[in-house]
């Protein structure tokens, strides 16, 4: 069995190691240290997360800096705020040793001046996200200009944020000759380009398979109706009264409410993303790490910073847009040799993306039912038994005993269980007596916002500057639909399509007549099977485009609230031609 001591790690990191505990290094340590000590090479290493990557660059990169110079020498590029300073924490451990190392976090949502004061002061090492370090270099306020080793951390999660143009611009400022060390969990298309662009015959490095799920994290879904996901929610959790997890959403929005949802109702929940500031995210943080919240509700973004090994359950509460984003969620749990379950809660029209994502992962999900209220009120039960079976008597009662005793004379030993029980059960029991049942299956025709309803079609596009969230939130603030009533939005190039409920027909074909948008006549037509189809209200001839048959589409996340403002063209530009789906 391989040990930190035989990867070539000199002696002061090696008391950091064991100050720190590891007792082994992992596979992706004990294949990258050595080779990154030995030599100066360009590296591509894959591996999930939760491996030890950090370690895997962090010791070789302080063990080749020269601690005596005040000139940068290393930048670490990582996608987001959290994961800078996690990366930033964890390398001032490893190199605690070592005298006069200096380490600076560079990152948004801080004082940009306190932060260049810090790199003024002569840093070793910049941890980094993209868009602060550009703003500093474009400042004139970071030189790295002599840097000998650049990390491009989490590679795929910076791409798929849309930082290539930024870190185009950051390395065009660095050496060509110095060593790029790429780290990503997954291998998507646009990392094997900037691999090319920026990496001379880099070494490759694949722990596992590429983009394949952990294998010590089982996967299942659940099959319920859009409307319905929330209570699927709740009940997964009260299945699993020992669950620490993470639920993850789309968007902010969905996000935010969903943690409130579950704050209301009663349980240890928060919520993070890009809205807080960084101090409520390091509350949050500190909150969930002991564990005073138990359900951490985050969007993909704000949870690449989450480093926690105990966390029993991923919940994803809706499928992410990229299906490589399941392999990032799944592998939050399951971490540091421990077991976790990814569950996944879809909805009809999103079943068949679990095939979709069973060929990347390369993974089977076992499809389960949600417990029923009974089978959460027993769960209950003999969660409470064991808890009290395993509770460590604190002797400072007995003083009170005898009055307990007292108290308690008239009742045998099955009463008092009984009593004791019932204040677990009836409270579950009081809650779930009339509850439905939640699951369906893939060919159920029930109402609500996955029943086939009214399709339309409607002369806006991604040239329009639409994508499906943003015309889904405008079609909805304009006809002042609820969450639900608007679904299955489809945007191509020139014209999309969106379904609503029969009810709404009308009011639909009323919305659009003679409706203008910038001084242009808007045509909304009844559509038959994803085509346009005659009975325009719109007042206006529709535009001639060929149309694609449709597709069935995937559910979107569902935005709350109505508003009355006048609709605005939305800024957030679709993908040419591509068909953006929900």
Same mark, same amino acid.
């Given at each position: 069995?391989?040990?930190?001591?035989?990867?070539?790690?000199?002696?002061?990191?090696?008391?950091?190691?064991?100050?720190?505990?590891?007792?082994?290094?992992?596979?992706?340590?004990?294949?990258?240290?050595?080779?990154?000590?030995? @030599?100066? $090479?360009? &590296?591509? +290493?894959?591996?999930?997360?939760?491996?030890?990557? !950090?370690? #895997?660059?962090? /010791?070789?990169?302080?063990?080749?800096?020269?601690?005596?110079?005040?000139?940068?020498?290393?930048?670490?590029?990582?996608?987001?705020?959290?994961?800078?300073?996690?990366?930033?924490?964890?390398?001032?451990?490893?190199?605690?040793?070592?005298?006069?190392?200096?380490?600076?976090?560079?990152?948004?949502?801080?004082?940009?001046?306190?932060?260049?004061?810090?790199?003024?002061?002569?840093?070793?090492?910049?941890?980094?996200?993209?868009?602060?370090?550009?703003?500093?270099?474009?400042?004139?306020?970071?030189?790295?200009?002599?840097?000998?080793?650049?990390?491009?951390?989490?590679?795929?999660?910076?791409?798929?944020?849309?930082?290539?143009?930024?870190?185009?611009?950051?390395?065009?400022?660095?050496?060509?000759? @110095?060593? $790029?060390? &790429?780290? +990503?969990?997954?291998?998507?298309?646009?990392?094997? !380009?900037? #691999?090319?662009? /920026?990496?001379?015959?880099?070494?490759?490095?694949?722990?596992?398979?590429?983009?394949?799920?952990?294998?010590?994290?089982?996967?299942?879904?659940?099959?319920?109706?859009?409307?319905?996901?929330?209570?699927?929610?709740?009940?997964?959790?009260?299945?699993?009264?020992?669950?620490?997890?993470?639920?993850?959403?789309?968007?902010?929005?969905?996000?935010?409410?969903?943690?409130?949802?579950?704050?209301?109702?009663?349980?240890?929940?928060?919520?993070?993303?890009?809205?807080?500031?960084?101090?409520?995210?390091?509350?949050?943080?500190?909150?969930?790490?002991?564990?005073?919240?138990?359900?951490?509700?985050?969007?993909?973004?704000?949870?690449?910073?989450?480093?926690?090994?105990?966390?029993?359950?991923?919940?994803?509460?809706?499928?992410?847009?990229?299906?490589?984003?399941?392999?990032?969620?799944?592998?939050?749990?399951?971490?540091?040799?421990?077991?976790?379950?990814?569950?996944?809660?879809?909805?009809?029209?999103?079943?068949?993306?679990?095939?979709?994502?069973?060929?990347?992962?390369?993974?089977?999900?076992?499809?389960?039912?949600?417990?029923?209220?009974?089978?959460?009120?027993?769960?209950?039960?003999?969660?409470?038994?064991?808890?009290?079976?395993?509770?460590?008597?604190?002797?400072?009662?007995?003083?009170?005993?005898?009055?307990?005793?007292?108290?308690?004379?008239?009742?045998?030993?099955?009463?008092?269980?009984?009593?004791?029980?019932?204040?677990?059960?009836?409270?579950?029991?009081?809650?779930?007596?009339?509850?439905?049942?939640?699951?369906?299956?893939?060919?159920?025709?029930?109402?609500?916002?996955?029943?086939?309803?009214?399709?339309?079609?409607?002369?806006?596009?991604?040239?329009?500057?639409?994508?499906?969230?943003?015309?889904?939130?405008?079609?909805?603030?304009?006809?002042?639909?609820?969450?639900?009533?608007?679904?299955?939005?489809?945007?191509?190039?020139?014209?999309?399509?969106?379904?609503?409920?029969?009810?709404?027909?009308?009011?639909?074909?009323?919305?659009?007549?003679?409706?203008?948008?910038?001084?242009?006549?808007?045509?909304?037509?009844?559509?038959?099977?994803?085509?346009?189809?005659?009975?325009?209200?719109?007042?206006?001839?529709?535009?001639?485009?060929?149309?694609?048959?449709?597709?069935?589409?995937?559910?979107?996340?569902?935005?709350?609230?109505?508003?009355?403002?006048?609709?605005?063209?939305?800024?957030?530009?679709?993908?040419?031609?591509?068909?953006?789906?929900?």
């Amino acid at each position: 069995m391989p040990t930190f001591q035989s990867l070539g790690l000199e002696e002061n990191f090696l008391r950091a190691i064991s100050d720190l505990g590891f007792e082994a290094p992992s596979e992706v340590q004990e294949k990258t240290i050595p080779l990154l000590l030995e @030599k100066e $090479t360009d &590296l591509v +290493s894959l591996a999930q997360t939760g491996t030890g990557k !950090t370690a #895997a660059f962090g /010791f070789p990169m302080l063990q080749k800096i020269t601690a005596e110079s005040r000139t940068t020498q290393g930048l670490i590029l990582s996608p987001t705020r959290e994961l800078c300073l996690q990366i930033t924490n964890e390398l001032k451990a490893y190199g605690k040793y070592v005298d006069g190392l200096n380490i600076v976090a560079i990152y948004g949502g801080a004082s940009i001046t306190d932060q260049a004061k810090k790199i003024k002061k002569g840093a070793q090492i910049i941890v980094a996200t993209p868009g602060r370090m550009k703003d500093m270099i474009g400042r004139r306020m970071i030189d790295i200009s002599k840097i000998e080793y650049c990390v491009l951390d989490e590679a795929d999660e910076m791409l798929n944020m849309g930082f290539y143009e930024d870190i185009t611009e950051i390395l065009s400022h660095s050496p060509e000759d @110095k060593s $790029t060390w &790429l780290f +990503s969990a997954t291998m998507p298309k646009e990392v094997a !380009t900037i #691999a090319r662009k /920026f990496m001379h015959t880099p070494v490759e490095i694949s722990i596992g398979t590429k983009n394949v799920g952990a294998e010590n994290v089982s996967h299942e879904y659940y099959l319920v109706n859009a409307r319905d996901r929330y209570k699927a929610l709740k009940r997964l959790a009260d299945a699993n009264p020992e669950i620490f997890s993470v639920v993850f959403c789309r968007t902010k929005r969905d996000t935010q409410k969903v943690a409130e949802q579950l704050i209301e109702d009663g349980y240890n929940a928060g919520a993070i993303h890009g809205d807080l500031s960084q101090n409520q995210r390091d509350m949050v943080m500190k909150s969930f790490r002991t564990r005073q919240i138990q359900m951490l509700v985050a969007t993909d973004v704000a949870a690449r910073g989450i480093d926690v090994d105990d966390i029993t359950h991923v919940i994803n509460y809706q499928l992410p847009d990229e299906i490589e984003t399941y392999t990032h969620r799944s592998g939050r749990t399951g971490r540091a040799g421990k077991s976790g379950v990814s569950m996944v809660i879809v909805s009809k029209s999103e079943h068949r993306k679990i095939k979709t994502i069973e060929k990347i992962i390369q993974k089977k999900f076992v499809q389960k039912e949600i417990p029923s209220g009974m089978e959460i009120c027993e769960h209950q039960l003999f969660h409470l038994a064991t808890k009290i079976k395993d509770t460590e008597v604190n002797h400072e009662i007995d003083m009170y005993l005898d009055g307990i005793n007292e108290i308690l004379t008239d009742f045998s030993k099955e009463e008092l269980i009984k009593k004791v029980f019932s204040v677990e059960f009836s409270r579950f029991y009081n809650y779930y007596k009339n509850a439905k049942d939640l699951n369906v299956t893939a060919g159920d025709t029930s109402t609500g916002s996955d029943a086939p309803g009214v399709r339309f079609f409607i002369n806006l596009g991604a040239r329009d500057d639409f994508n499906w969230m943003t015309l889904k939130d405008f079609l909805r603030d304009l006809m002042q639909l609820g969450k639900d009533d608007l679904y299955k939005v489809d945007v191509m190039d020139s014209f999309s399509f969106f379904n609503v409920e029969e009810k709404h027909k009308e009011l639909v074909l009323d919305v659009f007549n003679s409706f203008k948008l910038n001084g242009r006549r808007i045509t909304v037509e009844i559509s038959k099977d994803g085509r346009r189809k005659g009975g325009s209200r719109s007042g206006g001839k529709g535009r001639k485009d060929g149309h694609k048959k449709g597709r069935k589409s995937d559910d979107r996340p569902k935005f709350k609230g109505k508003s009355r403002r006048k609709p605005q063209r939305p800024n957030d530009r679709g993908t040419g031609g591509k068909r953006r789906r929900r």
